[in-house]
């Protein structure tokens, strides 16, 4: 099994910053991508940001320039520094990795248990 822990939310003014943290553990032979996504009350998941495996990242068009995702692979760890906060940016984040648990080649997605943003104004 492979768990996924969440850190750093909290509560921000506008125009603060939060870094999050998220901690793959288990029975990990290798993490693919891995990625943020946030969910606000009513509406949809979305993605924030994603990273692969050798660095490559992409964003939302609604965070790029505020938002850089980062992972260290040593130790199974994805991060997102999230800077100039807005209130529509407050949201449960999720991170999620892809993960081969053995020599085979199968990938299987984890979610972790999400980390509560909220942005004030």
């Known amino acids: 099994q492979v768990q996924l822990v969440e850190s750093g939310g909290g509560l921000v003014q506008a125009g603060g910053s939060l870094r999050l943290s998220c901690a793959a553990s288990?029975?990990?032979?290798?993490?693919?991508?891995m990625g943020w996504y946030r969910q606000a009350p009513g509406k949809q998941r979305e993605l924030v940001a994603g990273i692969t495996s050798v660095g490559s990242t992409n964003y939302a068009d609604s965070v790029k320039g505020r938002f850089t995702i980062a992972r260290d692979n040593a130790k199974n760890t994805v991060y997102l520094q999230m800077n100039s906060l807005k209130p529509e940016d407050t949201a449960v984040y999720y991170c999620n990795a892809d993960v081969r648990t053995g020599w085979r080649p199968q990938e299987y997605k984890y979610w972790g248990q999400g980390t509560q943003v909220t942005v004030s104004s």
């Open positions: 288990g029975t990990i032979f290798s993490i693919n991508a």
